[in-house]
């Protein structure tokens, strides 16, 4: 399971742990549609 930060223009970043990208990025996007990309931030 990795740490994932998710970042969308004009939007708070989020820090999601998920097992994939995929996964973390469709979260996101159920609170808002607008978060488009993101970048892992630990690997525990």
């Not at 742990?17 to 995929?22: K, L, T, V």
Request: with cysteine; net charge negative.
């Amino acid at each position: 399971m990795l740490t994932w930060v998710i970042v969308g223009a004009g939007l708070p970043d989020l820090r999601i742990r998920a097992r994939s990208f995929d996964e973390a990025l469709s979260r996101a996007r159920l609170r808002d549609s607008g978060y488009c990309g993101g970048y892992v931030a630990d690997d525990e």
